[in-house]
């Protein structure tokens, strides 16, 4: 079953039975201000900050669901009935109104038709210049398709946030006083009195027939959005106050002849009255047309960096359009902007930021970049992360900023520091390859000795803070010599504390050959011999220790006991330790042809690989927190989608084309447009996870856009199954495909030249380069241009 499909030429998704039992989220805004939407239009802004910064406010996890939203309410003023755009929150029969809700790159357009009328509105948040604070726009459209004229009023309306969510949702006593609503300049302006200078306004470009500011005045009592008095009554009542719950409700009304079609625009942003007159000059039609072409040229040149033609539709259509999208959205958004995490949490999370900042430098050089610097800014000087941090603190220093009499807990440096009690052991391993990667992409090997401070005191060059990780890493080890697990690894959920973690081990591995990569071309010869030398001895442990015969150990609890054996009957294989083994290029042959075998058999289900099999079921607090998980759930044996690309990764490296894409293929979201029924998610985004065989809601997937699967898939299908990599000295391309294929086209625009690249599989074999033919002459490797455009002919066999 299926509630929607895919415009590809528009690059949209379009929900055409709006009826979806859960929200199909979408993000706006590409810059500081952003919205979480669903296609009902439920959700909610921010600026810079869900969590200090809210302007919209959202009832989170509530029933209705997804309620409250940026509304546009139709009503006849001939009969008094009334409609919304989007088809939540009025909610009309889908018998009688029809309803469809697209949902592109940064935008979304609902549109219904009703009683003669099609109507339009599409809601997105304009890129800026610098001059001016951001705005969202709702672009509004309505026709009269029927054979009379029409009297009809428009409504805008959204309710505003106390910007803090704390303030939000605590201590009314206060909050309710501190804030309130008055009309300038034909705006409804929100103002926060204890929040000096904090104002948001909610215009039109059209002078109002009428506004409310006073959200009880707008909702009217005992009634929702579904009703809202000033809409049944087609009436606002023009109220505004000092205090109480503010809102933006504004109304016009028009007369359309038959046929004719009007527009409408509001405007949603920060400021006052003069900043409300600012967007109607500069966002007029003409202005708010410019706008949305800028966007769309925005999109259009960062997919324009890597495009692909394969065989296979639905990985086009995810390597090209929408799983880059949501990467991109998470390096922009983090993960504290969803309809899951509703801003409860402000900064980043060490790991998940520096993984999404490594996936794709490609298309979004400048964010990945900034990332880094915050990260390497959230490094201790020992070597460790702050596992989860906000740079702004970091940035702001010690100096003292305003107290609040009240709820607003004042975020302070040192309560964020944190010692390595509270250390994950991957964090700071990750900032190595996302570092390493980011150069390759720009070539700029300067970065690595640009000084960035240390989060606790002094500061080093990009160069030592990868040192600083490293060493950090080698010196943390357990009694088998494997480095620790510590509070967790990259399972949060794993809670090893002296205990050793096969993942971490590998990692460092991975994060060491990285480094040493850089090291060479660099010639950096000490650095190179001292890390290759720790590297080695860590595998020669790593082969010893944890090899269990078939498959590798996932590591060993404080006390020394081996998790992840051939023995146990829970938590038996395990995916990250057996697909790092392969990936880090630290399990021999035998052992990763065994050991990914074993993930095939214990882990794989048609909706992607879970993580561990079977579940654990005994609770052990010595394994950690994922054994009190429920099976089948999250980091307790469901699929966990993040993880799912390092074996593809792994497939890749042991030359098997066609079992990657096995495993491609079942976590694909667009693979399951049509099993609705079972994934009940969004079919453009990869989720956090999807319920595992051990759970009775086995293939449901649950948390959208904001996971570091997105960020993985990419690296993972790009680099490895399709092979196109960037390296320091010039483009590989090395794929790993399955056998049926005839080949595959690409672009790939890098370091100001543009690749051209067309694959050609004759021999009809899975991995390997027989011919590399560039610009019709061959050689051995494709050549670093830095200009001009280039036929790359790579003949696999
Ligand atoms: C969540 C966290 C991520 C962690 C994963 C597995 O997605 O954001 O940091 O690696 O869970 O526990």
Request: proline letters at 5%; charged letters at 25%.
């Amino acid at each position: 079953m299926r509630y929607g499909f895919f415009d590809d030429a528009a690059r949209e998704y379009v929900t055409d039975r709006v009826d979806v039992p859960v929200s199909f989220t979408n993000y706006l805004g590409t810059q500081r201000m952003g919205t979480v939407i669903s296609h009902n239009a439920g959700g909610y802004s921010w600026l810079d900050s869900p969590q200090h910064h809210r302007i919209t406010r959202f009832r989170p996890n509530g029933v209705p669901m997804d309620w409250p939203g940026h509304y546009v309410y139709l009503r006849d003023d001939e009969d008094g009935k009334y409609w919304s755009m989007s088809w939540q929150p009025t909610g009309l029969p889908l018998d009688e109104a029809k309803y469809e809700a697209r949902h592109g790159l940064s935008y979304s357009r609902f549109l219904c038709e009703y009683r003669g009328i099609r109507a339009e509105q599409i809601l997105f948040i304009p890129r800026e210049d610098g001059t001016e604070d951001p705005v969202e726009i709702f672009d509004v459209r309505v026709r009269n398709d029927s054979s009379r004229e029409r009297k009809l009023s428009v409504f805008g309306y959204v309710e505003f946030s106390f910007h803090e969510i704390d303030m939000d949702n605590q201590n009314f006593q206060m909050s309710l006083y501190a804030a309130g609503s008055h009309y300038e300049k034909e705006a409804v302006i929100c103002e926060l009195h204890y929040e000096p200078g904090a104002w948001q306004f909610f215009a039109g470009n059209f002078s109002p027939d009428g506004f409310d500011g006073v959200r009880e005045s707008f909702i009217g009592p005992y009634r929702t959005e579904r009703n809202p008095a000033g809409v049944t009554e087609g009436r606002l009542s023009g109220s505004t106050e000092l205090g109480g719950n503010p809102c933006g409700a504004l109304r016009k009304a028009i007369t359309l002849k038959p046929g004719e079609e009007k527009r409408v625009l509001f405007y949603l942003g920060t400021g006052r009255g003069d900043a409300a007159e600012r967007a109607r000059v500069r966002y007029d039609e003409a202005g708010t047309d410019r706008a949305f072409d800028v966007l769309r040229r925005f999109w259009d040149e960062k997919l324009g960096v890597l495009q692909v033609i394969t065989p296979h539709e639905n990985m086009n259509r995810s390597m090209n359009i929408w799983n880059l999208y949501q990467s991109e959205i998470n390096v922009l958004f983090s993960r504290f902007s969803s309809f899951i995490e509703v801003g409860g949490r402000t900064g980043l999370g060490y790991r998940d930021t520096a993984q999404d900042a490594m996936c794709i430098p490609h298309a979004e050089p400048e964010m990945c970049g900034r990332r880094l610097c915050q990260l390497l800014h959230g490094q201790m000087r020992q070597g460790y992360g702050l596992h989860l941090f906000d740079p702004a603190v970091l940035e702001k220093g010690e100096e003292e900023g305003v107290k609040t009499p009240t709820v607003i807990p004042e975020a302070d440096k040192k309560g964020m520091l944190h010692g390595i009690k509270d250390a994950c052991a991957d964090d700071a391993l990750w900032l190595i390859p996302a570092i390493v990667e980011n150069v390759r992409e720009s070539g700029d090997l300067s970065f690595f000795d640009e000084v960035v401070p240390f989060a606790d005191e002094g500061s080093a060059t990009v160069w030592d803070h990868m040192k600083a990780a490293l060493d950090f890493s080698y010196a943390q080890v357990g009694s088998h010599g494997i480095t620790k697990g510590l509070r967790a690894d990259w399972n949060d959920c794993l809670n090893l504390g002296g205990g050793e973690s096969a993942m971490v081990a590998f990692l460092l591995i991975w994060a060491t050959n990285h480094f040493l990569d850089a090291a060479r071309f660099m010639g950096r010869t000490e650095d190179e011999k001292k890390y290759a030398a720790l590297k080695k001895q860590m595998e020669e442990k790593c082969r010893r220790e944890l090899w269990d015969g078939k498959w590798f150990l996932r590591g060993f609890t404080a006390s020394g006991a081996p998790i992840g054996t051939q023995q146990a009957r829970e938590g038996k294989v395990h995916m990250e330790s057996n697909t790092w083994a392969v990936v880090s290029g630290t399990a021999e042959p035998a052992q990763g042809l065994s050991c990914m075998d074993a993930v095939d058999e214990w882990l794989y289900t048609p909706w992607g690989l879970m993580l561990n099999a079977p579940s654990f079921i005994t609770l052990d607090d010595s394994i950690g927190f994922v054994t009190r998980v429920y099976p089948g759930v999250k980091e307790n044996g469901a699929i966990f989608s993040h993880p799912n690309p390092w074996a593809w990764v792994a497939e890749c490296m042991l030359g098997r084309g066609s079992r990657a894409m096995k495993f491609y293929d079942a976590l694909l979201p667009e693979n399951q447009n049509d099993q609705m029924e079972i994934r009940q998610a969004e079919p453009y985004s990869y989720c956090q996870f999807i319920m595992g065989r051990d759970h009775t809601a086995f293939g449901r997937a649950r948390h959208p856009f904001m996971t570091g699967s997105s960020g993985w898939a990419y690296y993972a299908a790009s680099r490895y199954m399709l092979g196109i990599r960037p390296g320091f000295e010039g483009l590989t391309v090395d794929p790993c495909i399955p056998a049926e294929w005839d080949g595959f086209e690409a672009v790939r625009k890098w370091r100001g030249a543009e690749y051209r690249i067309s694959v050609t599989n004759p021999a009809h074999v899975e991995k390997g380069v027989k011919r590399i033919r560039a610009d019709g002459k061959d050689t051995d490797r494709i050549p670093l241009y830095t200009e001009g455009v280039h036929q790359i002919e790579v003949e696999m066999g």
